[in-house]
């Protein structure tokens, strides 16, 4: 399996919050993994963002997407849909320093 940055159904396009961000290129359905965003490797002082993780921008209001922890690989976090993102909204996370976790 290769790896891809993003997948097909979204890109990299100027923000409105923020330099640039992560938008649906088609509608995303609600608990869609969008992929690995960050590998731990000093929990949770050092991590590593992949460019999904890099361009997700903050939205303490009304984030449609968050972090959780792989089961098998707990250094692993992917983001996930929390709802329904129409095409053409931009994906954006509740920057935080928490635990996947406990959310």
Do not use: Q
């Amino acid at each position: 399996m290769k790896y891809k940055p993003l997948p097909d159904y979204l890109t990299i396009k100027k923000s409105n919050i923020h330099g640039f961000g992560i938008f649906a290129k088609k509608d995303v359905a609600n608990n869609t993994n969008l992929g690995l965003s960050h590998t731990i490797i000093k929990n949770p002082d050092l991590f590593i963002r992949t460019p999904l993780g890099g361009l997700l921008n903050h939205n303490s209001k009304n984030p449609n997407c968050k972090l959780i922890r792989d089961i098998t690989y707990p250094n692993l976090l992917f983001a996930f849909t929390t709802r329904h993102i129409k095409k053409g909204e931009e994906i954006t996370i509740k920057y935080t320093t928490y635990n996947p976790e406990e959310e």
